[in-house]
Protein backbone atom coordinates (compact mmCIF):
# COMPACT_ATOMS: atom_id res chain seq x y z
CA UNK A 1 0.00 0.00 0.00
CA UNK A 2 1.05 3.81 -0.65
CA UNK A 3 -0.12 7.06 1.04
CA UNK A 4 0.31 10.09 -0.30
CA UNK A 5 -1.33 13.65 -1.15
CA UNK A 6 -3.40 15.05 -4.36
CA UNK A 7 -5.00 17.91 -4.99
CA UNK A 8 -8.54 17.75 -6.61
CA UNK A 9 -9.55 21.10 -8.41
CA UNK A 10 -8.16 23.68 -4.99
CA UNK A 11 -8.39 21.01 -2.36
CA UNK A 12 -6.10 18.33 -0.81
CA UNK A 13 -6.76 15.27 -0.11
CA UNK A 14 -4.67 11.87 1.01
CA UNK A 15 -4.82 8.99 -0.98
CA UNK A 16 -4.46 5.34 -0.10
CA UNK A 17 -3.96 2.58 -3.05
CA UNK A 18 -2.57 -0.55 -3.86
CA UNK A 19 1.63 -0.11 -5.24
CA UNK A 20 0.52 -1.15 -8.70
CA UNK A 21 -2.28 1.24 -9.10
CA UNK A 22 -2.75 3.18 -11.47
CA UNK A 23 -3.22 6.88 -11.96
CA UNK A 24 -7.00 6.39 -12.31
CA UNK A 25 -7.43 4.39 -9.63
CA UNK A 26 -6.68 7.99 -7.41
CA UNK A 27 -10.25 9.39 -9.16
CA UNK A 28 -12.28 6.07 -8.18
CA UNK A 29 -10.65 6.08 -4.44
CA UNK A 30 -11.67 9.83 -3.96
CA UNK A 31 -14.92 8.98 -5.18
CA UNK A 32 -15.80 5.71 -3.08
CA UNK A 33 -13.87 7.02 0.16
CA UNK A 34 -14.45 10.88 0.41
CA UNK A 35 -17.92 12.62 0.60
CA UNK A 36 -15.86 16.29 0.30
CA UNK A 37 -14.59 14.74 -2.78
CA UNK A 38 -17.30 12.98 -4.15
CA UNK A 39 -19.39 16.99 -3.66
CA UNK A 40 -16.81 18.28 -6.13
CA UNK A 41 -16.62 15.54 -8.56
CA UNK A 42 -20.59 15.69 -9.26
CA UNK A 43 -21.17 12.55 -11.65
CA UNK A 44 -17.69 13.31 -13.06
CA UNK A 45 -16.49 10.08 -14.55
CA UNK A 46 -12.68 9.08 -14.38
CA UNK A 47 -12.26 10.14 -18.13
CA UNK A 48 -13.90 13.29 -17.76
CA UNK A 49 -10.64 14.84 -15.48
CA UNK A 50 -7.49 15.76 -16.51
CA UNK A 51 -4.18 14.44 -14.81
CA UNK A 52 -1.22 16.47 -14.20
CA UNK A 53 1.81 15.22 -12.51
CA UNK A 54 3.71 17.61 -10.31
CA UNK A 55 7.49 17.98 -11.81
CA UNK A 56 8.53 18.27 -8.57
CA UNK A 57 6.68 16.75 -5.57
CA UNK A 58 5.36 19.56 -2.61
CA UNK A 59 6.26 18.73 0.38
CA UNK A 60 3.55 19.14 3.17
CA UNK A 61 4.68 21.86 5.86
CA UNK A 62 5.39 20.55 9.28
CA UNK A 63 4.68 23.91 11.14
CA UNK A 64 1.45 24.84 9.54
CA UNK A 65 -1.65 23.95 7.53
CA UNK A 66 -1.07 21.56 4.69
CA UNK A 67 -3.69 23.85 2.84
CA UNK A 68 -0.99 26.56 2.32
CA UNK A 69 0.80 24.89 -0.41
CA UNK A 70 -2.21 24.60 -2.96
CA UNK A 71 -1.37 27.11 -4.68
CA UNK A 72 2.18 26.19 -5.01
CA UNK A 73 0.42 22.60 -6.56
CA UNK A 74 -1.44 24.68 -8.47
CA UNK A 75 1.14 26.39 -10.56
CA UNK A 76 1.04 24.88 -14.04
CA UNK A 77 4.70 25.56 -15.31
CA UNK A 78 5.25 22.22 -12.45
CA UNK A 79 2.23 20.21 -14.08
CA UNK A 80 3.20 17.36 -16.84
CA UNK A 81 0.42 15.77 -18.28
CA UNK A 82 -0.35 12.26 -17.32
CA UNK A 83 -3.37 9.68 -18.52
CA UNK A 84 -5.60 7.83 -16.22
CA UNK A 85 -3.88 4.43 -17.33
CA UNK A 86 -0.44 5.66 -16.52
CA UNK A 87 1.25 3.29 -13.53
CA UNK A 88 1.43 5.61 -10.40
CA UNK A 89 5.29 4.69 -10.24
CA UNK A 90 5.39 7.03 -13.24
CA UNK A 91 4.43 10.32 -10.58
CA UNK A 92 7.71 9.13 -8.59
CA UNK A 93 10.17 6.66 -7.83
CA UNK A 94 8.06 6.27 -4.51
CA UNK A 95 5.67 7.93 -3.35
CA UNK A 96 6.13 9.35 0.41
CA UNK A 97 3.13 10.09 1.85
CA UNK A 98 4.12 13.63 3.26
CA UNK A 99 3.99 14.84 -0.46
CA UNK A 100 1.68 16.36 -3.18
CA UNK A 101 2.55 14.47 -6.65
CA UNK A 102 -0.42 14.68 -8.01
CA UNK A 103 -3.59 17.30 -9.53
CA UNK A 104 -6.74 16.79 -10.60
CA UNK A 105 -8.55 18.34 -12.38
CA UNK A 106 -12.35 18.44 -14.15
CA UNK A 107 -12.07 19.26 -18.04
CA UNK A 108 -13.38 22.97 -18.45
CA UNK A 109 -16.95 21.87 -20.34
CA UNK A 110 -17.67 19.01 -17.92
CA UNK A 111 -17.05 21.35 -14.03
CA UNK A 112 -19.51 23.90 -14.98
CA UNK A 113 -22.20 21.55 -16.53
CA UNK A 114 -21.90 18.66 -13.67
CA UNK A 115 -20.70 20.17 -11.10
CA UNK A 116 -21.94 23.94 -10.52
Known sequence: MVQFYVVLK???FRITTSDNARVQD???Y???KSAAARRILGRLLFDQ???YKLKNPVPLPDDHDPTDII???LDENNWQKVTPA???RTLAQSLLDSHVYMVIQPQEGESRQRIC
Open 10 to 12: TEL
Open 26 to 28: TFE
Open 30 to 32: LKS
Open 49 to 51: CDY
Open 71 to 73: PEC
Open 86 to 88: HSL
